[in-house]
């Protein structure tokens, strides 16, 4: 009996879940070879490429789905995330854009958009961003906690300190509060910027939230256009409290900034 291509796609998860990528690339390639719309297939090899930090590639995947299933909001975002990565911070915030309007009751969507923005240096847009997302989801530990870094970067410091504290408070465990920076330190760091001729802006360590480092997905992503508060809150908690999850994409982020200032 001749193989199917949904054998080969079968196959390709498998070999993700073993985080061996490149096997997984070549099973989705002969998925789509025989299945050329298959959009799980698709988006998938998008997601693998995006392992392997070919982030051009998995683009180039993302905009072929998006083709297939323009509505979708996660393949948006989740294309937002690889240009963010691959140094295309303001292509990045118009597919955030778009994943915000295809889902504005998605709070999620606000806060990978906030992050974005912060890193760009457009941190109004970013504290709008994170104080929409905490009225959508008022027990969002993380939007609290970003949104309190950004007030005590501009000054904000009463504003920071009770975000913090909130933050603090949404988070059960002791172990996992929140690093809070040490703001002598930084305003020694922010003078000593001011006094070069060519000022770029501090990059602000902010948590990642959720998703932001895409995972492997038996389906292609389904849109979710009222998202249950309290199941959202279960993923949330598992992900943004454990800061090793990200430490990979916080580790490229600070270098990728780094080298632009």
Do not use: W
């Not at 999620?108 to 997302?133: C, I, N, P, Q, T």
């Not at 060519?198 to 492997?216: M, Y």
């Amino acid at each position: 009996m001749a193989e199917s291509y949904n054998f080969h796609f079968n196959q390709g998860l498998e070999h993700c879940k073993l985080e061996k990528y490149e096997e997984a690339i070549g099973c989705f390639d002969r998925s789509l070879l025989m299945e050329p719309q298959h959009l799980p297939s698709l988006y998938n090899r998008g997601l693998a490429k995006f392992k392997l930090e070919h982030y051009a590639m998995a683009i180039a995947d993302f905009d072929a789905a998006i083709i297939i299933a323009p509505n979708n909001a996660d393949i948006y975002c989740d294309r937002g995330v690889a240009k963010h990565m691959a140094g295309k911070s303001e292509e990045a915030v118009i597919d955030f854009n778009q994943a915000v309007e295809l889902e504005p009751e998605n709070p999620f969507r606000y806060s990978s958009r906030a992050f974005v923005r912060a890193h760009m240096g457009d941190v109004f847009g970013a504290l709008e961003d994170y104080k929409k997302a905490i009225e959508l989801d008022p027990e969002d530990a993380v939007a609290y906690n970003n949104l309190g870094l950004l007030e005590q970067q501009i000054g904000y410091q009463q504003e920071a300190k009770q975000h913090f504290e909130k933050a603090d408070k949404l988070t059960d465990d002791e172990k996992k509060k929140f690093e809070k920076p040490d703001i002598k330190e930084r305003l020694k760091k922010s003078q000593q910027k001011k006094n070069q001729k060519k000022e770029a802006p501090e990059a602000i360590q902010l948590t990642v939230p959720q998703k932001v480092q895409p995972e492997v997905s038996e389906q292609a992503p389904e849109p979710i256009s009222k998202p249950n508060t309290k199941d959202y809150l279960k993923v949330i908690k598992s992900v943004f409290t454990h800061k090793d999850t990200f430490k990979e994409f916080l580790k490229f982020s600070k270098n990728l900034f780094k080298k632009k200032s």
